[in-house]
Every structure is written in structure tokens, then in C-alpha cells.
């Protein structure tokens, strides 16, 4: 097996992985940096982040209140060190990328221009019209083409970490076009590979958002943290799941019911506001989960807009205007009319909400270090956290950027503190084992369970079960059904025996990633007994601060369910308090 | 390592054929040869000038022969043919921004119309 | 035709394996599609209940990451904008042309990568400007000027439509000089003249000779045909200066 001899390995080349290579490679051009990745850089799915990056700039905001937008917005269950932490980077980071080229849109002065985002008391999202991640990762990938000391593996799927003398010193992966194994060996592994909103079926998340990287921690022995933390994202187009940004509502769109009505005024989010005239913080610009929540209370009332694509509400930007829609709203337009066929300037468009984003993930500390010396986290598939049970819109796109980095200063004090490799003999042993258990899963020509079934019957439990109304008994159900995924994947068949690109394969591993990450989801939501932000229980319909004002972790078992574990939330200053979206004292 | 790509050669010879663009492409690139070739009958009208009045009457009368009419025509028509072709993108190469907005395509291209008429009917009543 | 009625569709789909087959040749799967489909839900149907060893690259289904680029019944597009309703019962899919087949549907695109990054596509900046001292200001004018040019996703359809990339294959192609005229075009960037050395050549712009097709089939309207125009013109303006007005500074 070839052996890439590196100082950092990273896994994963979209937002996060890219922005921590960058740091490394200007921290210390010596360094040898390893970016890899299943994916082209630019494939990666920070590109379809539509609405913004929020980062305290203007000055009528404060870091304060972005504080406590999201400390809020998390329903009390982030990390408020780590919150601080994020808050003071954010405008720096951002300021960077813009010093890095990205085409943020302007203020008729030059500056930079924001645009409100649910949850935030002011406006405080930096944004590219509607494709803002797209160009945050372009803007990324074209800037790390400046150094010569990252060097990129594109297209090489990570499959295991090589984890010796209690440190992760790091990683196999398969190189797809050939089927190639290799070995990474290196002084510090960073990863930062997004989430997992696959193991959904209705999601806005694309195909390659399978959990690999939090199941590679996760099989390594470090925990995964809040995982049943799954944020519906409240506009996704009925038919494919297509995102339609929160942008849409900040800009002035509006929610119907099929009577016309404002119902978000009926869930706690009133009294109505002016149409086309958008008031932070309440009714549309209220945050997902309140959104999310409110589409299922309609649905329940019979509310509802009946598509052929099932329960619909109706999100209405006509008011808006054509300029406005098409300078600030271009590419939901074009999704609109291309996916849907129909036009926002004319009609308002079917709706409902869908899977999009992951609060939880490998846990790590502010520092983005896991508790396995040697391994960093940063991005969707990291859990520092300061996105708690329900994470704010445009947060996640900053916390790419900051995390990424502060990943990466972490990695480079690892290195720093000179930690002997251990012998080449016994990490190529374990690096072999890696290699055993692909081969192993390539060879087999006896299994009867069929990858696109297994993962149909996966999908269609954590819809039915584990979606923004949750129960004990579903739960329970998930969790047994989940179990028995992960057994019967034991005995999966291979068709595809080329060593060539074969994605059969790729599926495969893909699908064992996903199913041990949703157990994790099913587990930790069945354990807890609480409604708190993305995670609502019928029958437990209260926050119960007293007792689960706690991080879950879940610790990996090869053949059982995980162990759960918790952890208390980190309090600074913000005291857990009501989440209050109604306009009333406004 | 065991992958082998395969490389499809595109042909020297007929590529174009393959796409009702290409076609349109190389129709433009082909009708070029007029415009050469009426080069070559300016140099020779040159060359016809300069042995004198009779080689230029001469030079003269076969442009009044059919064949001559025939090919001023074919030319002629090509010519219109680049220049509409030409016009067509040139708000392309050519864009114009005026404050934030560029201005709009149509009136670039009616633009050049204009200049082409303005200046063809210059030199018609120059030449009368 | 309603968005969910069926259609059977016969997908012919160029399938070549480098470890059994000396060529690519032809399989046809017979598709049970609804009407609202594209080009890409067909293929995973396929994968997922028909044949799973077909291979090809997909992500976002929503134009955007730029993975599934292919050719539907001979031109270039994203598999996930290539709606079934805009086709007949027969529909043709095979890799981009112009890319060497890796497998199916996947070619080798390193050469464009390659080329991409040949062109210094990053902001070099006309004055270095500490981050605490803020952003670089740009009036949405500015923006604008080179707004376009930043949208390119690089699914490389560009290049599959470029005849001229097939016949000559070290052209740096549309993608490639587009991105560097978004940084030349940028308020902010002086790296113009760095650019100009990679893009100004034969091999760069005046290896194109405008057939157009890249900008035909660009599934977001960058326009790169128009970029290397401009690119022309600029860089021809660049050579009088240089050489009848040696004392005007370029």
C-alpha cells in the first residue's frame, strides 16, 4: 500500500477543509498539507448555502446580540464559550474572504451589505445575492490554488483513521478512479466533511451529504454529540426538496395558509406584520424550527394546500416585485420556475418544510479538538457547540470559515507539541486491517441485501419517525428498526466488481456511514424525554432544563446501540430563558 | 494503476458535421474565402490602374461581365451576411456599462446598424 | 401532461469499463420516469433498481455544484436540468465529450483543473490592506462589471461544446480564461498583467475562434464566449500601446 507522508491530513475539501488548509499553508509554508476529498473541492455542498454568512459589521448591531440571537435561537443548548468565541471571529473572517476576492453584494457606497435572517434581532447576514455559499466555496477553492504546499487528493474516499498510542495519526482512504488503498500518515488529522442529511429522504442536502466523516470519529471511538439535533429547514420545493432560502422571507416573502392566512401569527409568532414591510425576529422571520413547527400544526388543523407532492403552504414573494426578485433572489427564481414551473414574480410558490441541516456531530471542544488527541473537527459534521438544538439561518456558513481555522491553529499546536509517530510497522498494521475490511466488503459475493433497499428502508424510518413531531414509540420503533439495519447491512451484496470509479461501492460505504449515524440520531432522540428546539416530543412537550440542559454523546459500539452519555452545556452569561418570537412588545 | 481512460478522437476532416452549430460555424469560417478572394481583385484592380487607363478599362469592363456582376454579387451578399453575424455579438465582445446597468444588447447591435448605414451612405454619395 | 404521470423512457447510455471493455458501446434500460423528472433521476433509478455497477457523478440536483455534466442526445448538459418533459421516448446519455472516459459516465478531468488553476484565479490585490482596517469598497457597479463571470460552477459543459478544445487540446478553454477576465475585471485585483502572460497567448485567447457554443450550452449564463472576446479586444488594445505608443504605460 502506497504510503503519503504529511503533517496534516485533511477530510474533506468544502468550506471548512479548504479555509483550514488555507491557515496551515499561511501559518507555515513549510507544513505539508493533505486535502481530501470523495469530491472536486468545488463539488462540495457549502455550494448550495444560498442566503449568507452572518458576521457582526454594521454599526447599529452588537456582538451582544448576535450572541444572544443564537444563544437563543439554540434553545440554551450552546456552548456560550464557544459562542464568544464565534461571535469575535465571524466579521473577521468574513472581512477575509472578502479581502480573498468573494462578491459579496454592496451597499451603494462600497460597503459591505446585509440582509435580515430569521431568529436575528438586526440585520446582520453578509450575502452574494442567493448563491452566497457557492461563492464562499469558489472563492475558497481558487484561493488555495496559491499554495503550492497543499496538495489535493480529489476524488479519494477516507475510510478509516489509524488510531495508535491512544492518538489519531492518520487515515486510509481508497483512491476511486482506481481502487487504489492509501495510507496517510500524518501528525494531525482534521475533519471536516459536512453532515449526513441523506440518511433522510426528503432533504435539501445532495447526494454526497452521506455522514462520512462523523462516522469516521464516530468508529474511531470519539463521541458524537447532540446528533438528534435535525434542523428542517422550513421552504424546500415539495416535488425534490430544492432549498428556497430564508433570504426569500428576510427580503419579504410571506407564509399562507390555503385560506390566505398569515398562520404564523397562530403559533406564538404574531400579530401580523405589514406585508413586503419584514419585522426581525417574529412571524416569517421567526427561526426554523418555530417555522418548521407551525407548518405541522397546520397540516394537522387541515390547513394545508393539497399538492400532488403532498401538504403544501404557500410562500408568496410577489409583493416583492421582479427587480427586487431578480437581483436579490436570482437563482430561487430559476429553481422555481425550472424545478416547479412556476414563477415567484407571478404566483406563489408551494412549499413545505425539509431536512437540511445536522446541529450535532463529532464532539469537540472550542478549540475544535475531539477527545482523541490528534483528531480536529470543523464544519457540519463537527458539534462545538454553538449551534445548540436549533441553529440559526447563516450561521453555519460562518461557522465554516472560523471553526475551519481555528482547526487548523489547533492541528499546528498539536504538531508543535512534537508528538512521536508511533513505529511505521504498527500503523501499517492498522492500515492494513482498513484495507482487510474493504476488500473484505469488495469480495463478497454471497450477500442478499440490496444497498438501495437497505437504505430505502433507512430513509423511510427516519421520515416517519424522526421527523419535526417526534414520539416515544416512534422512537423506540426507529431505534429497533435502525438496529436491525445495521445488522442486515452485515450482509449486503456488491454487484459492481470493477476496481474503476465504481460507485457501488462508494454506495456501500456510504450507506454503513449513514446508518451508524442515524442510529445515533434515533438513540439519542429516544433517550431524550424533552421538546427543545429542532427536537420536539409529543409526549414530552416541555423543556426540561433541570435535568436535560445537557449535550448527548453517543459512543460507537460495532454491533450494538451506541452508549449515551451527557455532558453539561457551557453558561457563560445567558441564562436559559423563554424564546419569545411574538411582535407584541416590538 | 488500472485505469485506462478512453480518449474518442475527434475527427480532423469532419468534425463539423456532428452539430447544427458547428455547421453554422464553419459556414461563416468557409464563406471567408470570398472576402479573400475579393482581395485579390482589388490588388489586381491596382495592378490594372497602374499600367495605365487602357489595362484599367479594361479591368473595368470584366467587372461589368456577368461573371464579374455574379461574384460582385455572391460577395456582396456574404459581406451583409459577416456583417449581421458580426453585429449579432458584439455586445458580447463589446459590452458598454453605464452606471450599474450594462446597456441593453439590442441597442449596441441597432447601433451598429446605424453607424453602417450612416457610413454606406457616405461613401454612395461621395462615389456618385 | 401532468408533472406526476409516467412515461417509459428507453435510456441509451454509453457504458464503457476500462478492466473488460476495449471500447465503449451502447446499453439501453427501459425507465419508468414521471414526466417531471430529469435526465439524472432517470440514471438513479437505474442505479438503484436496474444495474447498480453504471457509474456517474451527481450531488446538489439543483445546478449548482456542477458535477453531472453529460451529454444528452449529442449536447452538453447537467444531467439534473435536463428535464424528461423536453425529450421523447428515447434519450441518449454519454460522458462529455472531449474528456477522456474514465468509466460510464465519468471522464478524467484533471486537464481542466490544471488549467484552471494555471490562470491565477484569485484576487491579487491592488494594495494590501490589513483585515482590522475592513473590507475592500466596491460600488454595485463594480460588481456588476464582473459579476457574471464569478457564477461559472465549472461543470465543464463549456469545454465538452468547444470544438476547438477537441481539435486542439492545450487550449485553456472557456472556464479557464473566464475565470481569470472575472479577476482582470475585478475593482479590486491589480493581477492583471500576470494574467495576461497565461491568457493572452496562442494557446489562450487566440486559440478561440469563436464558435460560440461554450456560451450556447452555459447552464449559467456566464457567457464565456463573450469573456474571451473581450479578452480579444483588451489584449490587442494592450499590443498597440506596447508597440506604436511604447511610451503610454499599459
Known amino acids: ?586 | 494503476m488500472s485505469s485506462k481512460p478512453y480518449v474518442r478522437e475527434m475527427s480532423k476532416t469532419t468534425w463539423f458535421l456532428s452539430q447544427p452549430r458547428y455547421k453554422r460555424y464553419m459556414a461563416r469560417e468557409v464563406t471567408c474565402i470570398f472576402i479573400f478572394a475579393y482581395t485579390f481583385l482589388l490588388i489586381w484592380g491596382l495592378g490594372a490602374l497602374a499600367n495605365g487607363p487602357e489595362a484599367f478599362s479594361g479591368f473595368l469592363e470584366s467587372l461589368r461581365s456577368p461573371l464579374g456582376v455574379l461574384f460582385n454579387l455572391a460577395v456582396l451578399i456574404v459581406t451583409v451576411y459577416h456583417s449581421i453575424s458580426w453585429f449579432v455579438v458584439t455586445p458580447q465582445a463589446m459590452p458598454i456599462q453605464r452606471g450599474e446597468e450594462f446597456v441593453p444588447g439590442n441597442i449596441i447591435v441597432n447601433a451598429h446598424y446605424g453607424a453602417w448605414a450612416v457610413v454606406s451612405l457616405i461613401i454612395l454619395i461621395w462615389g456618385m | 401532461m401532468s408533472e406526476l404521470q409516467k412515461r417509459q423512457i428507453q435510456l441509451e447510455v454509453l457504458r464503457y469499463n476500462p478492466e473488460t471493455d476495449t471500447a465503449p458501446r451502447y446499453q439501453t434500460y427501459s425507465v419508468p420516469c414521471l414526466n417531471e423528472w430529469v435526465v439524472l433521476d432517470a440514471l438513479n433509478y437505474v442505479k438503484d433498481h436496474i444495474d447498480p455497477t453504471l457509474s456517474y457523478r451527481w450531488s446538489c440536483h439543483m445546478a449548482v455544484c456542477g458535477s453531472c455534466g453529460m451529454m444528452v442526445n449529442g449536447e452538453p448538459k447537467l444531467a439534473c436540468k435536463a428535464f424528461i418533459h423536453e425529450y421523447g421516448d428515447q434519450i441518449k446519455v454519454e460522458p462529455m465529450a472531449n474528456f477522456p472516459i474514465e468509466r460510464d459516465l465519468v471522464t478524467t478531468v484533471e486537464d481542466f483543473i490544471t488549467k484552471l488553476a494555471s490562470v491565477k484565479p484569485y484576487l491579487i490585490p491592488k494594495s494590501d490592506q490589513p483585515i482590522s482596517a475592513g473590507e475592500f469598497k466596491q460600488t454595485p457597479a463594480e460588481l456588476k462589471k464582473f459579476k457574471q463571470y464569478t457564477l461559472c460552477i465549472n461543470c465543464m459543459l463549456c469545454y465538452a461544446a468547444c470544438p476547438q478544445y477537441g481539435l486542439v487540446p492545450e487550449f485553456l478553454g472557456p472556464a479557464a480564461i473566464s475565470m481569470a477576465h472575472r479577476y482582470n475585471q475585478d475593482s479590486r485585483d491589480g493581477g492583471r498583467d500576470q494574467r495576461q502572460e497565461v491568457i493572452a497567448t496562442d494557446e489562450g485567447v487566440w486559440e478561440c475562434s469563436f464558435v460560440g457554443a461554450c456560451s450556447e450550452v452555459c447552464p449559467k449564463h456566464v457567457d464565456p464566449a463573450g469573456a474571451l472576446q473581450q479578452v480579444k479586444v483588451a489584449s490587442t488594445i494592450d499590443w498597440y500601446k506596447e508597440h506604436l505608443m511604447p511610451w503610454v504605460k499599459k
Open chain 1, 1 to 586: 500500500m502506497e504510503i503519503i507522508k504529511t503533517d496534516v491530513a485533511i477530510v474533506g475539501a468544502g468550506g471548512a477543509g479548504l479555509r483550514a488548509a488555507i491557515a496551515l499553508a499561511e501559518a507555515d509554508p513549510k507544513l505539508r498539507i493533505a486535502l481530501i476529498s470523495k469530491v472536486y473541492p468545488m463539488r462540495s455542498h457549502t455550494c448550495a448555502a444560498e442566503g449568507g454568512a452572518a458576521g457582526v459589521i454594521k454599526s447599529d448591531d452588537s456582538l451582544d446580540l448576535h450572541f444572544n440571537d443564537t444563544v437563543g435561537g439554540g434553545d440554551w443548548l450552546s456552548d456560550q464559550d464557544a459562542v464568544e468565541y464565534f461571535i469575535n471571529e465571524a466579521p473577521k473572517e468574513l472581512t477575509q474572504l472578502e479581502h480573498w476576492g468573494c462578491p459579496w453584494s454592496r451597499e451603494p457606497n462600497g460597503s459591505v451589505a446585509v440582509r435580515p435572517f430569521g431568529g436575528m434581532k438586526i440585520k446582520r447576514t453578509w450575502f452574494a445575492a442567493d448563491k452566497s455559499g457557492f461563492h464562499i466555496l469558489h472563492t475558497l477553492f481558487q484561493t488555495s490554488l496559491k499554495y503550492p504546499s497543499i496538495q489535493r487528493f480529489d476524488e479519494y474516499y477516507a475510510t478509516d483513521l489509524l488510531v495508535e498510542d491512544g492518538r489519531c495519526q492518520g487515515l486510509t482512504a481508497l483512491e476511486i478512479r482506481n481502487g487504489e488503498m492509501k495510507q496517510f500518515q500524518a501528525g494531525a488529522v482534521i475533519i471536516a466533511a459536512g453532515g449526513g442529511g441523506k440518511m433522510f429522504p426528503f432533504t435539501t442536502n445532495g447526494n454526497i451529504k452521506t455522514g462520512d466523516g462523523m462516522a469516521l470519529a464516530y468508529r474511531a471511538g470519539t463521541p458524537l454529540k447532540d446528533m438528534e439535533f435535525v434542523q428542517y429547514h422550513p421552504t424546500g420545493l415539495p416535488n425534490n426538496g430544492i432549498l428556497l432560502t430564508e433570504g426569500c422571507r428576510g427580503e419579504g416573502g410571506i407564509l399562507l395558509n390555503k385560506d390566505g392566512r398569515r398562520y404564523l401569527q397562530d403559533y406564538g409568532m404574531g400579530p401580523e406584520t405589514p406585508v413586503g414591510q419584514p419585522v426581525l425576529k417574529t412571524m416569517e422571520l421567526g427561526p426554523r424550527d418555530r417555522l418548521s413547527q407551525a407548518f405541522w400544526g397546520e397540516q394537522q388543523k387541515g390547513n394545508t394546500v393539497k399538492t400532488p407532492w403532498g401538504d403544501c403552504v404557500l410562500l408568496d414573494m410577489r409583493h416583492l416585485g421582479e427587480k427586487k426578485i431578480d437581483e436579490r433572489l436570482p437563482l430561487v427564481r430559476d429553481l422555481c420556475i425550472s424545478y416547479l414551473g412556476k414563477d415567484p414574480v407571478k404566483e406563489p410558490i408551494p412549499i413545505r418544510p425539509v431536512v437540511h441541516y445536522m446541529m450535532g456531530g463529532i464532539h469537540t471542544d472550542v478549540q475544535a479538538a475531539t477527545r482523541l488527541p490528534g483528531l480536529f473537527a470543523a464544519g457540519e459534521c463537527a458539534c462545538v457547540s454553538i449551534n445548540g438544538a436549533n441553529r440559526l439561518g447563516s450561521n453555519s456558513l460562518t461557522e465554516l470559515l472560523v471553526f475551519g481555522r481555528r482547526a487548523a491553529l489547533s492541528a499546528m499546536a498539536h504538531l508543535q507539541s512534537n508528538p512521536t509517530p508511533s513505529s511505521d510497522a504498527a500503523l501499517a498494521a492498522k492500515a492494513k486491517a482498513s484495507q482487510n475490511r474493504i476488500q473484505a466488503l469488495f469480495d463478497k459475493s454471497d450477500g442478499t441485501e440490496s444497498i438501495a433497499g437497505l437504505r430505502q428502508e433507512m430513509m423511510d424510518t427516519m421520515e416517519a419517525n424522526v421527523g419535526i413531531y417526534r414520539t416515544g414509540e416512534g422512537l423506540a420503533a426507529a431505534c429497533e428498526k435502525i438496529s436491525e439495519l445495521r445488522r442486515r447491512y452485515a450482509n449486503i451484496t456488491l454487484t459492481d466488481k470493477s476496481r474503476v470509479y465504481n460507485t457501488d461501492l462508494m454506495q456501500a460505504l456510504e450507506l454503513g456511514s449513514m446508518l451508524d449515524c442515524a442510529e445515533a440520531v434515533t438513540v439519542g432522540a429516544r433517550d431524550r424525554k424533552e421538546s427543545r428546539g429542532a427536537h420536539q416530543r409529543l409526549d414530552f412537550t416541555a423543556r426540561d432544563d433541570e435535568n436535560l440542559l445537557k449535550h448527548s454523546l453517543a459512543h460507537y459500539h460495532p454491533t450494538e446501540p451506541p452508549r449515551i452519555e451527557y455532558l453539561d452545556v457551557v453558561i457563560t452569561k445567558s441564562q436559559p430563558g423563554i424564546r419569545d418570537y411574538s411582535g407584541a412588545k416590538k
